[in-house]
């Protein structure tokens, strides 16, 4: 069948095989991508899932945090130009606020007349694709982080076993080490048990796949399976990634030692990550 270039360069960009196996694959799939883009993983040439594809959009993400309550919010436009304009660097801002105040029910299309107000302004299209508020309870903490110049921001909410933690120094260090490792590795799930059955099916289906073309005996087919999925989960769930600033500690042990040494108890309990332009689920 006629393959697209447009098709087989959108799935080269998006699994990072090369321009002919992606063309292959999309034969062979018939031209669906998501099919195709599963063959390439199945034949070892695309990785397996990790944060999901390539930012294509301009804009920024912006944060606030008040009285317990954090928004994060992703602001996108048609220029990097318009993304570094203070127009709209304050409209992300007011934004941010205004979720703030509005609390967990705060949706994008609340704000729309606002964004469009900004649109007649700055003659350039904008939209507020994507808003989330977490909200802490008396024993939590939250922090943000934004990197650059907001193409990467983030927001971690702590739960700790006693109020009196969130003024305790290594706490308070620590939790932030963590807000940066979430902006540097990009976790897709907090922990396994968050991680939806269908997607583990199918990465166990793809390693199984990869695993039977070495010749090796079922049991050590399974073996091999078995660690590649705790290889993968390691590298998507928040907790079973290798700490920012020392790779042989999981993040986990980072929080059991952290618990250890200030007598209670600190865990990761809600965390958002936003990238400009990502592709959404």
């Known amino acids: 069948m006629d393959i697209k270039a447009t098709d087989v360069k ?8 090369g ?5 292959n694959a999309l034969v062979k799939a018939n031209g669906d991508a998501a099919r195709a883009e599963k063959i390439l ?64 029910q705060a949706r994008p299309e609340d704000f729309s007349s ?14 507020l694709r994507r808003l989330q508020v977490i909200e802490a309870g008396a024993n939590d903490m939250i922090l943000d982080y934004i990197h650059g110049e907001g193409k990467i921001g983030v927001m971690v909410r702590f739960s700790l076993s006693d109020p009196s933690l969130k003024d305790n120094p290594r706490v308070k260090e620590v939790a932030f080490d ?7 590795f990009a976790p897709l799930f907090l922990s396994r048990d968050q991680v939806p059955k269908p997607y583990l099916d199918e990465q166990e ?33 928040f907790v079973d990634q290798p700490f920012i600033k020392d790779q042989n500690l999981k993040v ?27 592709e959404l689920e």
């Open 252 to 278: 986990s042990k980072v929080l059991e030692d952290l618990g250890k040494e200030v007598g209670g108890k600190v865990q990761i309990s809600e965390y958002l990550y936003y990238k400009v332009g990502e």
């Open 41 to 104: 993983k199945e034949l070892g040439l695309a990785a397996a899932k990790k944060r999901a594809g390539r930012a294509t959009k301009e804009g920024r993400v912006f944060s606030r945090i008040q009285d317990g309550t954090g928004a994060l919010l992703e602001l996108t436009c048609e220029t990097d130009f318009v993304a570094k304009n203070k127009e709209f660097v304050a409209l992300g801002q007011t934004l941010a606020e205004a979720a703030v105040s509005r609390g967990r």
């Open 10 to 17: 959108a799935l080269r960009e998006k699994t990072g095989a």
């Open 205 to 237: 289906e793809i390693f199984t796949k990869q695993a039977e073309k070495l010749g090796k005996p079922e049991n050590v087919v399974k073996g091999i399976v078995q660690g590649k999925i705790n290889k993968h989960m390691a590298e998507i769930c």
């Open 19 to 23: 321009m002919m196996d992606c063309k």
């Open 178 to 184: 963590l807000t940066l490792h979430t902006a540097a």
């Open 114 to 127: 606002q964004v469009q107000e900004a649109v007649g302004k700055i003659k350039e299209n904008i939209t």
